[in-house]
């Protein structure tokens, strides 16, 4: 591979570009999306815990709908709750429990609260389920009531015995309860985690407030930190609630949420990566290679062929085949080779048969004289342009670069086939062997379709039509040729209106004729040139700027025509603009 060729050029800032941008995403990895993580899953935590708090504060929840909502906010965020007073007494922790009717056929409550950190394992393997007899060891909490039990021990026929009396830290004498399962609110077992303690250590650690901690929540605002426990150092994220009732905070809803699991992710997460850098880079160095064969290959022929064309000699073709932009141009300079020869070829035949016409013989002359002139004006620029351009792309330009390169060969390469098809159609005007073929038709549909197959360019300069007839009859004209009349005038407005601006098209009765007129805002014309506009190859701007000023041949075809049919038109500066106009007979 050449080394000052354009294919070793792409494939070096193409392997640069893909080492840049993979080392940018590695580096991400490795290096922020631990921080990225963790401000995530605070900022969710975050909202979900006001949500909670806000319809906690506001639907009077009877304790069965507390215990509800409580577990459904554990298990969905992987996060350990508990409600508490402003002093950090517990009012409501983790609200797992399950529903038995006795033998004697009353409903008690047996909570799960005590065997969540010791027996949890054990109570998740029993899958414990509605229709269950179960036994049960502990003590009521109110022994005069007995519809709330907190077990030491659950036992179901075929599981391991649940819990264990000296765990559960519950004072002898034990009462024994057996009934079957009506209703079981249980921790899910793919998002529940072993660090139920840490809600108890936090609660130990956080209370009492401090004066500052305690003076931001009875304002109402969020106390969200990240925490360490001091005996494992496991990490946590703390988030303080306050409930507001009656003007004051009664009661605050205090979440623990484990960061140790983003840790652990994380550390295993850099070694992968850096695995995963060694395969990259391989497979960058390799689809860079393939890419700069592919892309540089057919952009030497054309090349090559342009380059022939710039001497103008239109008789070789380009081989290159394709759907894609590289398609396309090779595609445009066939036709744009083919267009040019032909229309080398018509010129000099012309040329032979106006000598023969001794009638015309001066004007013709001279029309040939400016003709050939500003023909070779007008295509020495554009094919300089993509000479430039195309050798530009050999030489290697950058990544970013290249696609502007061949936009501009390809845009350059359609003004040269559109300047081709005027000065064509100019010629013929001019040689008045063209008739006009008039007939009856309405001058504002052909207006309406002209401007719908338009819809194109307005919308890039986010134009409107506006149309305005008054008193409209048809027109006795050529279809045909007024429809390019129009269409040219039409093209003129969109290029010199200002962007987000209205076309306005009046079109109405002037005694016996219909006057049409196309006016658009924008920069007025130079008072001293308005009569100039129709000449051909004429624009007013005078560094000829092919982007703004089109062909220079529009307005000429437009006047050749309009002469045709006996019309008076003209070009006029008004308060908002410029406005072309004409008018035919009925």
């Known amino acids: 591979m050449n080394r000052r060729g354009v294919a070793f050029k792409l494939f070096a800032i193409t392997a640069l570009f893909f080492f840049l941008f993979y ?268 890419f700069s064969k592919l892309v540089t290959k057919p952009l030497l022929s054309l090349n090559k062929i342009a380059l022939r064309m710039a001497k103008l000699d239109f008789s070789v073709k380009s081989q290159v085949k394709g759907s894609d932009e590289i398609g396309s141009l090779s595609d445009s300079l066939n036709s744009l080779s083919e267009t040019l020869d032909n229309t080398l070829r018509e010129l000099y035949e012309a040329n032979e048969r106006l000598k023969t016409d001794m009638e015309h013989k001066l004007r013709m002359e001279q029309m040939q004289k400016e003709f050939i002139s500003n023909a070779s004006h007008e295509l020495k620029t554009p094919l300089s342009i993509v000479r430039g351009f195309v050798e530009g792309v050999k030489d290697g330009v950058s990544e970013g670069k290249r696609e502007r390169y061949l936009e501009v060969i390809l845009d350059e390469t359609e003004k040269m086939e559109n300047l081709v098809k005027d000065m064509l159609e100019l010629t013929k005007l001019e040689s008045q062997k063209t008739k006009p073929k008039k007939l009856r038709y309405s001058l504002s549909e052909q207006m309406e379709d002209i401007a719908d197959k338009l819809s194109h360019h307005l919308s890039e300069k986010e134009l409107q039509v506006v149309t305005v007839t008054s008193d409209e009859q048809p027109v006795h004209a050529d279809p045909v040729k007024i429809e390019q009349v129009l269409f040219n005038l039409l093209m003129n407005a969109i290029r010199h209106a200002s962007a987000g601006t209205e076309i306005t098209v009046r079109i109405e009765k002037d005694g016996e004729r219909i006057r049409l007129s196309i006016e658009n805002e924008g920069e007025k014309l130079p008072e001293d040139q308005l009569d100039r506009v129709w000449e051909r190859f004429y624009r007013v701007e005078r560094s000829r700027n092919r982007k703004t000023g089109g062909t220079g041949l529009g307005l000429a075809i437009v006047k050749y025509i309009l002469d045709m049919h006996d019309s008076r038109y003209g070009v006029m500066n008004t308060e908002r603009g410029v406005s072309f106009y004409f008018d035919l007979e009925l």
């Open 23 to 290: 080392a940018v995403v590695l580096i991400g990895q490795l290096f922020f999306f631990d921080k990225f993580y963790q401000y995530q899953k605070t900022a969710a935590l975050e909202k979900k815990l006001q949500a909670f708090g806000q319809k906690y504060a506001q639907g009077r929840w009877d304790d069965d709908r507390i215990s509800r909502e409580m577990a459904l906010f554990i298990n969905q965020n992987k996060a350990q709750l508990a409600i508490v007073n402003p002093e950090g007494k517990i009012k409501y922790d983790n609200s797992f429990r399950v529903v038995i009717q006795d033998d004697s056929g009353r409903a008690v409550r047996i909570s799960l609260s005590f065997l969540i950190n010791s027996g949890l394992k054990e109570l998740l393997q029993a899958n414990l389920s509605i229709g269950d007899r179960i036994e049960v060891l502990g003590v009521y909490d109110n022994p005069d009531t007995k519809d709330f039990f907190f077990p030491a021990v659950i036992q179901k026929a075929g599981a391991k015995e649940i819990g264990s009396i000296t765990s559960s830290g519950i004072a002898e004498p034990l009462e024994r309860l057996g009934g079957v399962i009506t209703d079981a609110l249980l921790p899910h077992p793919n998002q529940w985690n072993l660090r139920q303690g840490l809600l108890f250590l936090a609660l130990d650690e956080w209370f009492p407030l401090s004066p500052a901690k305690e003076a931001e929540l009875q304002s109402g605002k969020r106390i969200t930190e990240e925490w360490t426990e001091t005996i494992s150092g496991t990490r946590g994220l703390v988030s303080i609630q306050p409930v507001v009732a009656g003007g004051k905070v009664s009661e605050l809803v205090f979440v623990v949420a484990s960061l140790q699991q983003i840790s652990e992710a994380y550390d295993a997460l850099r070694l992968f990566y850096l695995y995963l850098a060694v395969g990259g880079i391989a497979l960058i160095v390799l689809l860079s290679l393939l």
